[in-house]
């Protein structure tokens, strides 16, 4: 079983880059499926299709920019883990869990399904990430299809394909929460 169907939107352009299915493969660096995603480049490593829907993961690289809006996504956790430079990561469980932390090349943070957080690159940085499977398909329904392997350009979705992809994906954007910091 998988995710989504084979003809599905977020899938279709990338068709052949990775299997499609659990089969053994290698990577080089820099391959993958890219995705822009406002200043930040989002590659898929593994998708639910070639982890028989168990995870997905991803790097995505950026330089140093503005705060991610916060966002809760209610069915998918996911981690960061520093790969190379600086992150600061905002958490919140709307009841009494409030933190904001810079993670620091090797740091880890996790984010339960139901948590709002938001990040903000404090210097060219990459991470690496892993979430619910499926979930990582959310970076091309938002974002636009590249064969760049650095961030470079910008990207800024319209309203209606961040609506959109926030729907299929289980996803609230919600830029006017205010973290605690």
């Known amino acids: 079983m998988t995710i989504f169907a084979l003809d599905d939107p977020d899938k279709v352009a990338f068709a052949g880059v990775l299997p499609a299915a659990p089969k053994p493969y290698v990577l080089g660096n820099g391959e993958g499926e ?12 593994a998708s639910g299709d070639e982890t028989s829907d168990q995870y997905g993961a991803w790097t995505m690289k ?11 996504h209610h069915q998918t956790h996911e981690f960061f883990y520093v790969v190379d430079g600086e992150i600061s990561v905002w958490m919140d469980d709307q009841a009494d869990y409030h933190s904001k932390t810079t993670l620091v090349t090797g740091d880890f943070a996790f984010v339960p399904a139901g948590i709002v957080h938001a990040f903000k690159i404090e210097n060219t940085t990459t991470v690496f990430g892993a979430g619910t499977a499926g979930f990582e398909r959310f970076f091309h329904a938002i974002g636009q ?15 209606e394909v961040m609506r959109a992809a926030g729907e299929k994906y289980a996803t609230q954007f919600m830029p006017d929460f205010q973290f605690r910091d």
């Open 145 to 159: 299809k590249t064969d760049v392997t650095e961030p470079e350009g910008l990207y800024v979705p319209p309203f």
């Open 34 to 45: 890219r995705s822009l995603v406002f200043d930040q480049l989002f590659t898929i490593l």
């Open 62 to 72: 950026a330089r140093m920019g503005d705060r991610i809006p916060g966002h809760v």
